[in-house]
């Protein structure tokens, strides 16, 4: 405001603030009265024009937290050591709610240079406010429970460490605690039930944490705690233990009836020596991770072995890149003999590791890692055109009618575009579609019933057959079978290893034999050791067999000369 014309800009003040519908006050210093605009009244929800109060009157009206800083502005105002103010302030409305309004004025200085008139717009800002609010709560809040979020525990997790430089600090934890089953609920009684469980758990939690930790919602099924001054890890588990036992008392529902959750758990401590805030965090999850695997509803703790397996994954994957690239990968082929006469019928491809330093690694090694980083796509594409090329060759040379089983993976049925593979792979081997077994492990047909029957027609559609590998260890239902186009059943060694040793079990390989005629399906027992198996499995009329007894996996070399003799 010029402090030369002021009638002038008071006026173009006032008809501003009328346009932006901002209240204007106008508080005269000597004579110690505030004029407040009609639209002041309007504002609180009280009537009745222009009013003139004293200067306390007016400033008692602002809630009691805001109004030190108010008064301090407008003091500096006065006393000519400041020319504006401008301050956020709370007010009650006449209908009990609150409302944000912004205070600005500016004054005009008397000859002593102390502030003659002070004079300025009131703004409702509430709508502002409550936004600002909101988009603050989002940012630090977890919508559905009302727990603190992800980013609030790492930031907490990051202060204690701050706070503990020294060695002989206390120790804290940082735990993970996943619910199990959470999606069971979800699929049977709706996602609203699955809210309703996921509120009261965070509910318990936050009920049974000691004071100064933090409970946060860190995921979809998983929330995390930062436990403060914990002696070591037997206080931390203590701790856990509670929590999970609060977890997994019975959830009254909404629509009546109780469900009952429980809660696998994983903690970090922090003399493992962290520096980042989500490592902690991300090995307490590695260990509830664990903790699911041993059988869900326990707990575990972060250790040296768990870092040591965690950090061999890590260099496992990034050798088994290389090596691909490197063409350390290789295959070896198994004979499958014909249990009639010992005749070679075909071979099994068991991709094997050539690791430069810790020499051949076998599947079971690695094959688990290829899938889980994706890996085995490049891998299984790999070895399915060196199989068929493979057998190719020895069906030229031998003129011998073999086939060849190779294994596919659960994600090279859901995510490569196998039936195109399979083209390119007969197009530029030109083997006989029908020497090609594509071996699916039993479970997977679970997963995603209806694509894989799709993928699999496809697969048939063009020659190439179908093996149901390791049957009879899934969730078998025999009834299933019919839907998927296969022509080929492997019994599980487990099953073969019981028939000779009297086991029960071994009626399984009696059912799936007599299963696999009815549907008119080959059968082939994996894992013959011994003449016994043998001979119990030619009674049952089952048509091959694999396993040491025959040949281990052999070289290319090797199985070529086996073929000669
Ligand atoms: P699988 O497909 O069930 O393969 C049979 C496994 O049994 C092979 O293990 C084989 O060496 C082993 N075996 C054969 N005869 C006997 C026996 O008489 N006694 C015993 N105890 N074992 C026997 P391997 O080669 O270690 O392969 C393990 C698994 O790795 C395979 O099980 C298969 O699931 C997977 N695998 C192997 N090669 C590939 C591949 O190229 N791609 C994919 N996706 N998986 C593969
Ligand atoms: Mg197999
Ligand atoms: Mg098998």
Redesign the pocket.
Known sequence: MNARTPQDELERYALAARGANDAIWDWRVPEGVVHLSARWGEMLGSRGGETVVAPDAWLERFHKDDLPALRAALDLLRQGDSDRVEREARVAHAGGSELWLLVRGAAIAGADGQARRISGTITDITARKRLEEQALRDAFQDGLTGLPNRAVLLDRVGQAMDRRRRPDDGQFAVVLIGLDRLSGVNDAMGPAAGDHVLRAVAGRLDEARRVGDTVARVAADQFGVLMDGNADATSAITATERLAAGVAEPIAMPGGGTVTVTASAGIAMSNTGYTSPADMLRDAGLAMVRAKAHGRARIEVFDDALRERALSRLRTESDLRAGLERGELHLQY?PIVRLADGGIAGF????RWRHPVRGTV???EF?PLAEETGL?LR??RW?LAEASRQVAAWRRETGRDLFMS????GRQLQEDDLARVVDQVLADTGVEPAALKL?I?ESLLHSDPEHCARLMHAIRERGVRLSL??FGTGFSSLSYLHRYPVDTLKID?SFVRATGSGDRRAEIARIITMLAAALDLDVVA????SELEVAFLRGLHCHYG????FSP?LSPEAAAALLER
């Open positions: 198994q099994e491809a068991l991709v076998p599947p079971s094959v085995i891998i299984g070895a190779i294994n596919v993976s071996e492990t590998d390791d060694r994996e894992g013959i050791e694999q396993g040491y007894f996996p």
